[in-house]
């Protein structure tokens, strides 16, 4: 359950190594350390995690709602590098109507059904992705429930 | 093209007896060769994650044995874990060696349907028989400790629900005594059968690069030789304090995938009998008022008790701001949850990390150029169970 020192002292010697001006925030918690990087960065440094940090297995790309916070949505993506036992989140901010983030897909093939999920439930596109459609809801659907402002009960539901 | 390889669009599911539940695939056919192949998934989507949102931390529990239905108990650990390594604790030991003895006795559970089915999809109906005969006392066993079959749900946040009843334990002993035994049963009947080995040798190759890329876990990752599994590489559980071998395939073909699961069941018997020897005696649940129920007895004789059980059922537990990320090896593969807390009772977000879903999508990869009635092998070499895809 516990994190190894060896590495816990990876992800740090990681963590510290990303370009200064790329990364807004650097967070640990419970033995789990979380990056904050700029959008526009956000390529570059996941190219480097991958190629130059070892971190050839994208385990997860998610996304969490701020709403009513400015900006709104956060994308979250973690990484494993095999080679280290090493974990490590990298989140970035999105804004904007609808928001849009760099796609992934190129450097890891994975990212293409989890980009979908993400657009799917939340409405978050992902420029440069091969086919962002729907991947859980039908083609028709409207609205994207994980978003804050989606009611649970789903936008027709009457009490009566 | 000419007018003899007309393509043919063939729509397979989502009723299908060979898909492993609601799996839509469009398959675009020239001859009996598949060009082109698509998954329609989200039949099954119940929308988990949204509705965890709104409900407190012991009340998403339930919520988790009905992702992947066939592992209950694999998902209840997934949360359990995540939960109290959100809120900092460590779990008693006897409830720690009763989590792994449970969470062993799903993945053979969860293997032995694999097996099942798949064998049964490819024409051999007989070993169905034999699998489901261990699988119905790993089924009484779930039962007579947790009082659910298919759900389980055993395990709490800080501890497990109640102490195994007597001779309970006797009970899984014997049970991994005699497993090994069972298992020539399905190896007579497959490991060398000629129609078995050609469905299923050379069909549905997978390189390690291709595993790195596509992000795959568990069974079939180990089958191309990648020995990537949570329970060695980033122990919970105290899964470091066991002895068992990690199993890989060297050609990733479907044939090998088979060998490593039919492997991990025997590990896993293994790994329950050290369990059940060094199984310790002591508390089953955390003695933490804010995080665990108390006993029922108490609930209707002591006031503090019930004040305490209210104050639970109404207001949950609180765990302190922050996020969290915490995976295990499920039987499908690695299982992640990601949770945000803002401090409240409820979860701000439960993300959900299924690993049906993501090996699902190399099927495309894994099906062009080849027949269509590999299809099915493939389909059942992935494991999936659309309610672990779709959530």
Redesign the interface.
């Known amino acids: 359950?516990s994190v190894q020192p060896a590495e816990r002292a990876y992800v740090t010697e990681v963590v510290e190594g990303l370009p200064a001006g790329a990364v807004t925030e650097r967070d640990s918690?419970?033995d789990?350390w979380?990056v904050t990087v700029r959008k526009d960065a956000l390529a570059e440094v996941m190219e480097a995690l991958r190629n130059r940090w070892g971190f050839?297995?994208?385990?997860?790309v998610?996304a969490?709602?701020f709403h009513p916070r400015n900006p709104r949505f956060q994308v979250?993506y973690?990484l494993w590098c095999?080679t280290r036992?090493a974990?490590l989140?990298v989140k970035t901010w999105v804004e904007g109507d609808p928001p849009s983030v760099p796609s992934m897909t190129a450097l890891?093939?994975?990212a293409?059904?989890?980009e979908r999920?993400c657009f799917d439930?939340f409405g978050i596109l992902f420029d440069g992705h091969p086919d962002l459609r729907?991947?859980?809801?039908?083609e028709s659907w409207e609205g994207h429930?994980?978003r804050k402002d989606?009611p649970?009960e789903g936008p027709d539901w009457d009490v009566d | 093209m000419s007018e003899l390889t007309e393509r043919l669009i063939l729509n397979v599911g989502p009723q299908h007896p060979s898909t492993h539940g609601v799996l839509r695939v469009v398959v675009e056919l020239e001859g009996e060769v598949i060009v082109r192949c698509t998954p329609d998934i989200g039949y099954l989507h119940r929308g988990i994650e949204k509705l965890m949102e709104s409900k407190t931390y012991h009340q998403c529990l339930p919520l988790t044995d009905r992702i992947d239905y066939l592992a209950g108990s694999a998902n209840n650990l997934g949360f359990v874990l995540a939960v109290e390594k959100l809120l900092g604790i460590e779990v008693p030991p006897r409830a720690r060696y009763l989590r792994v003895i449970v969470a062993e006795m799903t993945r053979i559970s969860s293997h032995l349907f694999w097996l099942a089915t798949h064998a049964h999809d490819l024409g051999a109906m007989t070993p169905l028989f034999y699998t489901f005969r261990e699988r119905e006392q790993l089924m009484d066993l779930f039962e007579a400790v947790a009082g659910g079959r298919l759900f389980p749900c055993y395990f709490r946040i800080g501890g497990v629900a109640r102490d195994v009843p007597d001779g309970w334990t006797a009970a899984v002993r014997e049970f991994c005594r005699t497993f090994p035994e069972k298992m020539k049963d399905y190896e007579t009947l497959l490991t060398k059968n000629p129609i078995w080995i050609k469905r299923t040798k050379g069909v549905g190759v997978l390189t390690v690069d291709e595993v790195l890329d596509y992000g795959l876990s568990g069974p079939v990752a180990r089958g191309s030789g990648i020995a990537w599994d949570v329970r060695r590489a980033d122990p919970y559980c105290g899964y470091d304090e066991f002895d068992f071998l990690v199993p890989t395939g060297e050609n990733g073909d479907t044939y090998d995938r088979y060998l490593v699961r039919l492997e991990e069941m025997r590990q896993s018997a293994r790994i329950i009998e050290q369990a059940l020897d060094r199984l310790p005696s002591g508390d089953i649940i955390v003695d933490d008022p804010t995080i665990a129920y108390p006993p029922k007895t108490d609930v209707f004789t002591k006031i503090e008790s019930l004040i305490q059980h209210f104050l639970l059922v109404e207001e949950g537990i609180r765990p302190p701001k922050g996020e969290i990320f915490h995976h295990t090896e499920a039987p499908k593969g690695e299982l992640g949850f990601y949770i945000v807390s803002d401090g409240s009772s409820h979860p701000f977000r439960v993300k959900v990390r299924t690993p049906s879903f993501v090996n699902l999508q190399v099927l495309s990869k894994m099906a062009e150029g080849r027949l269509l009635a590999d299809l099915i092998a493939l389909i059942g070499t992935i494991d999936i169970v659309l309610a672990d895809v779709d959530r």
Do not use: C, G, K
């Open positions: 359950m918690f419970r789990q979380a050839r297995y994208l385990i997860d998610t969490v709602d979250v973690h095999h036992s974990l989140r890891w093939a994975t293409n059904w989890h999920e439930l729907r991947i859980l809801l039908p429930p994980l989606y649970t």
